[in-house]
């Protein structure tokens, strides 16, 4: 069975900076997509970022480019979403995905719990 488990949100105040993590368990990240989305009370998901394990080839929403970055550590089977400028906006539940097949994104077929981000003014 294939677990995604998110850790590293908190309240930090806008400016401020977190580091999410994505330990994969039950099955091996190196060939496959995985990526973040966000979700804030009363708004729809929103995609954030993905990246292709194998290659490292990744991608960012324009409302994060240049400040958000996603990175893998294979050895580890961890992706990871270094958020940087935090804005209040980027408050919400932050999810990991696998996507359902190697490089393959979507659709998505695993999520994990997730993990909370709040960025006070």
């Known amino acids: 069975e294939v677990q995604l488990v998110e850790s590293g949100g908190g309240s930090v105040q806008a400016g401020g900076s977190l580091r999410l993590s994505c330990v994969v368990s039950?099955?091996?990240?190196?060939?496959?997509?995985m990526g973040w989305f966000r979700q804030a009370p009363g708004k729809e998901r929103e995609w954030v970022a993905h990246?292709?394990?194998?290659?490292?080839?990744?991608y960012t929403a324009d409302s994060v480019k240049g400040r958000f970055t996603i990175s893998r550590d294979s050895a580890k089977n961890t992706v990871y979403l270094q958020m940087n400028s935090l804005k209040p906006e980027d408050t919400g539940m932050y999810y990991c995905?696998?996507?359902?097949?190697?490089?393959?994104?979507?659709?998505?077929?695993?999520w994990g719990q997730g993990t909370q981000v709040t960025v006070s003014s």
């Open positions: 995905v696998k996507g359902p097949s190697p490089w393959v994104c979507d659709p998505w077929s695993d």
């Open positions: 039950g099955y091996t990240i190196s060939s496959e997509c």
């Open positions: 990246i292709y394990v194998g290659r490292g080839s990744a």
